[in-house]
């Protein structure tokens, strides 16, 4: 069974910056994509970013111009480079990794941005 891990979060201050890794415990095969959702308290947990298979990156709106994600295939990680952060990028942020054949979930690592 593959178990996802995140790690890197935190407490930062408004403008600081975070980065957070999702580690894989074994090789994923046939990868479509990877990527981060984030969950704030009594919100929906809403996508964030992700890379396809193929390098194509997409991200929210909200996001967009101030976080990177990048991915390393040989080692089944990914990471997001959070950048200019604000109090509402507070939430818990999950790692996802789809398969052609199933979707994998971290247990997601806290991002606190306050004073």
């Known amino acids: 069974q593959v178990q996802l891990v995140e790690s890197g979060g935190g407490l930062v201050q408004p403008g600081g910056s975070l980065r957070l890794s999702c580690v894989a415990s074994?090789?994923?095969?046939?990868?479509?994509?990877m990527g981060w959702y984030r969950q704030a308290p009594g919100k929906q947990r809403e996508w964030v970013a992700a890379?396809?298979?193929?390098?194509?990156?997409n991200y929210a709106d909200s996001v967009k111009g101030r976080f990177t994600l990048s991915r390393d295939n040989a080692k089944s990680t990914v990471y997001l480079q959070m950048n200019s952060l604000k109090p509402e990028d507070t939430a818990v942020y999950y790692c996802?990794?789809?398969?052609?054949?199933?979707?994998?979930w971290g247990r997601g690592t806290q991002v606190t941005v306050s004073s």
């Open positions: 074994k090789r994923i095969n046939n990868i479509k994509s």
């Open positions: 890379i396809t298979s193929n390098g194509n990156t």
């Open positions: 996802n990794v789809v398969t052609w054949y199933t979707n994998y």
